[in-house]
């Protein structure tokens, strides 16, 4: 936002310099990205000149030699000139030989095509006065000979272009920040005297401007004023008022639009002013816009509305889109006669809302979206109505409109004292502390308890909408006291030795090993759409994560899954052929679980299966084992020590293709992992062609800082293994993980404690020729090993029998 120093002054008497100032508003909060000085400098050497005569140039076509009074002794000056907008007795300024003119042009005595030039007359734009340099400036009041130009043109101003922060926007205005600076200097604010009275309005014998005001959006208006004034004339604006907005980096265009726009820079209270013979029907409407109602906007654009906006109607069509633009079909031009003003308090997540959907960001918008002073509508009414009659005549006509109350935005914060201190960590005196807070318009009041303690009542006024608990007025006292303020003092801690938190060493292994697997890490918003998440889960755990407050409706719940996100982008990179084949993202989700909502840390990641351009050699494709085998890694780099638990088939779940993917763990544990082919169907929704195959991992934050174990040695046998074969005839429907299970445990009991047995694997299975029907083969390795010998045949061969004998004995056919 950019602050006047001249318009900051009309409010408080401030004499600092504007390195000061500039100082002071870093340390109260305000970054200061930028100080320029506006107006004309200092110029030595240009006075105000007359022309006494103009003759054509000897030897030139274009030029003229002019002989040009610069005094009051009648001393004139011969200056050859090339503008041709000047009459003889035209007053104009004059750079006199020996002047610096902005830009460091040295003006010289010299000749020009032969003729001697002993001084220049100057246009606006080479005086820094403005844009025109077709012709000469043209001082049409005047001024005297000889005058200096910086006497005639005195205005100078200062002006700090600052940033607000989203949760200060009652520092939107002149008068905000006057009092942040007022609070810092020790300075009284002086704000703007009310001089109209609205109960003293006339009526006279006119019908009336306005009948009838209406408001049938009263969740996103909740409050609407109007006040209609008869017989504006419209014009410019005085040159003071085109100063100051031209300084905050405005363009004046008349004076009622200006007197509006002045009061929004001053109090930040947006307004609006409707030509009254251009309302239809006698009367206003507050009311949801049509689906799909159309407007032409002040910036002459056409723009199309959805029924979840606000607009202001007449009895006919939507002049106004609430709290952004209004329409051309209702503005102020200079054909106006009579006014309607509007003043309201709209709600701030639909203008956030409305402003995103139509891109359209205005002055208004970007107060009303971040909350206005939901008390300030009527006092910025009356000082736009006092300023409107003051620069473009008129009276009141008839009472003024107002439906509903504006809401409710006082509040009061007890505070003592010692809490105080206690938060700062230094001494301070209470009347400091209490000065502070009245110099911020905060109400004080010491109040005691029972026992004797003292503590403060403090009021916090309805524009300060970021104040709410005792902690943030121990911001604010410190923030405005100053905190080079804080006294020096030795800091004595004792130096520890901490390891960093677990969840986040996790965070950095997960990403390094998904990206030394070629995977591209995503992020994404945590926030999601209620469409999106009807799609993906039911209607109860859609409504135990939707928001009581969302900024959009398209960021309504808090998101359970990172798939959403990923398949985003998945398609965001197809559709630009940026062809990604991987994709991961860490990140919190919520989960609802056994009546309480969970907030997990996750790490899904997606692979595309089919290959999206030309390679030098075809690579075997991913499948379910890949991704499973992925999940894996990701669980044993959380501190999963519970070995090769098997994936059990996913049957209902939306998010996956049923019967080709796979779970492991639960909550219960402080884990789950999933894998496998993400749903067809939502593919098909997010318009991505091809199987798409993917993991997810979800970690309770207490299981990750409890799993951190110390990793012990374990020796590797020096010994060779003996390797056995084994193929086993089986249901159709049995899980080979299943059997393989099973053939462990006989294996590990039938070889006791003389010798290991190293791993039991699947690798082949038959099913065809030779089986009876409904039948399979699965065709087992199994690997033994000792730790302190050499195997023999011999006795691995009984152990084999063994466990040959026993599967049998579980129902299983060994096939020969």
Request: aromatic fraction near 8%; include cysteine.
């Amino acid at each position: 936002m950019k602050v006047s120093l001249q318009w900051l002054r009309r409010h408080i008497d401030l004499n600092s310099s504007s390195k000061e100032i500039e100082e002071a508003l870093t340390l109260i909060g305000f970054e200061v990205e930028g100080v320029e000085e506006t107006g004309l400098p200092t110029l030595n050497k240009v006075i105000v000149g007359e022309v006494l005569s103009s003759e054509p140039h000897p030897n030139a076509d274009r030029l003229s030699v002019c002989e040009v009074l610069i005094n009051q002794e009648d001393e004139s000056r011969k200056i050859v000139c090339g503008a041709s907008n000047y009459s003889v007795g035209d007053r104009i300024p004059v750079a006199l030989s020996g002047a610096v003119l902005p830009g460091n042009f040295k003006i010289k005595k010299s000749k020009l095509r032969g003729v001697e030039s002993d001084g220049m007359m100057c246009s606006a734009r080479e005086l820094q006065l403005g844009e025109d340099h077709e012709g000469l400036l043209i001082l049409q009041d005047r001024p005297a000979v000889g005058t200096p130009i910086n006497e005639v043109f005195p205005y100078r101003d200062t002006v700090f272009d600052i940033e607000v922060t989203p949760n200060r926007p009652d520092c939107l205005s002149h008068i905000g920040v006057a009092r942040e600076l007022a609070a810092r200097f020790g300075l009284a604010v002086e704000y703007p005297q009310i001089k109209v009275n609205p109960q003293a309005f006339s009526t006279g014998e006119l019908p009336p401007l306005l009948n009838k005001v209406e408001v049938d959006a009263t969740e996103n208006c909740p409050h609407y004023r109007a006040y209609c004034i008869r017989g504006v004339k419209i014009g410019p604006s005085p040159m003071w008022m085109q100063q100051l907005l031209k300084a905050a980096g405005l363009r004046p265009i008349n004076n009622v639009v200006d007197a509006t726009n002045f009061v929004l820079l001053e109090l930040g209270q947006p307004l609006h002013a409707f030509d009254a013979s251009k309302i239809r029907g006698g009367k206003l409407i507050i009311r949801p816009a049509g689906q799909g109602e159309e407007i032409v906007t002040l910036d002459d654009r056409k723009r199309t509305l959805t029924s979840s906006m606000t607009v202001i109607a007449d009895a006919e069509r939507a002049l106004v889109i609430a709290g952004i633009m209004g329409s051309i079909d209702a503005e102020v031009d200079e054909n106006t006669t009579d006014i309607v003003l509007e003043a309201a308090y709209f709600k701030p997540s639909n203008i956030r809302w409305t402003s995103r959907r139509l891109g359209l960001v205005s002055d208004s918008s970007y107060r009303f979206a971040r909350g206005v002073d939901a008390k300030g509508s009527e006092y910025s009414a009356l000082r736009a109505i006092d300023t409107i009659l003051e620069v473009a005549g008129g009276e009141l006509s008839g009472p003024p409109f107002m439906v509903g109350e504006p809401p409710l935005m006082e509040r009061e914060i007890e505070i003592g004292p010692r809490f105080i201190r206690d938060k700062l960590g230094f001494d301070v005196e209470e009347s400091q502390i209490s000065d502070v807070f009245t110099a911020l318009g905060f109400d004080v009041n010491l109040r005691e308890r029972t026992g004797g303690s003292r503590y403060w009542s403090v009021g916090i006024p309805s524009y300060r909408l970021d104040l709410e608990r005792p902690i943030d007025l121990v911001e604010e006292f410190l923030r405005i006291y100053g905190t080079d303020k804080i006294p020096t003092a030795r800091v004595s801690t004792p130096g520890l030795v901490q390891k960093d938190d677990a969840v986040d060493v996790f965070k950095r292994k997960a990403s390094a090993y998904l990206c030394g697997r070629h995977f591209n890490e995503c992020v994404s918003y945590s926030m999601r759409s209620t469409e999106e998440i009807g799609q993906w889960y039911s209607h109860a755990a859609a409504s135990s994560l939707r928001l009581a407050n969302p900024l959009a409706s398209d960021q309504s719940h808090l998101r359970p899954s990172l798939f959403p996100g990923l398949l985003d982008s998945l398609r965001l990179n197809l559709n630009r052929g940026n062809a990604p084949r991987r994709l991961f993202e860490i990140g919190n989700v919520w989960r609802e679980w056994d009546g309480r909502i969970w907030e997990l840390y996750s790490v899904a990641f997606l692979m595309l299966k089919e290959s999206t351009g030309g390679q030098w050699i075809e690579r075997q494709p991913p499948d379910f084992f890949h991704v499973a085998g992925v999940v894996r890694n990701l669980l044993r780099l959380a501190g999963d020590d519970s070995g090769d638990v098997p994936f059990a088939p996913i049957d209902h779940e939306d998010s996956w293709q049923e019967g080709q993917a796979g779970a492991i763990g639960d909550f219960k544990t402080g884990w789950q992992g999933k894998a496998g082919m993400m749903n067809l169907f939502l593919l098909k929704q997010w318009d991505i062609e091809g199987t798409v195959l993917g993991g997810v991992v979800y970690l309770l934050p207490s299981f990750l800082r409890n799993s951190s174990k110390r990793k012990t040695y374990r020796p590797i046998s020096q010994y060779p293994p003996i390797i056995k074969d084994l193929a086993l005839v089986v249901e159709e429907n049995l899980m080979a993980d299943d059997v393989r299970r099973e053939l462990e445990n006989v294996a590990v009991e039938a070889a006791g404690g003389a010798f290991g047995v190293e791993s039991v694997g699947v690798f082949d299975v038959y099913r065809g020729k030779g089986l009876p029907e409904g039948k399979k083969s699965l065709a087992f390795s199994l690997v033994f090993r000792s730790m302190e010998r050499t195997l023999t045949d011999a006795e691995v061969n009984l152990a084999f029998e063994t466990i040959q004998k026993a599967i049998a004995a579980s129902g299983y056919a060994v096939r020969e």
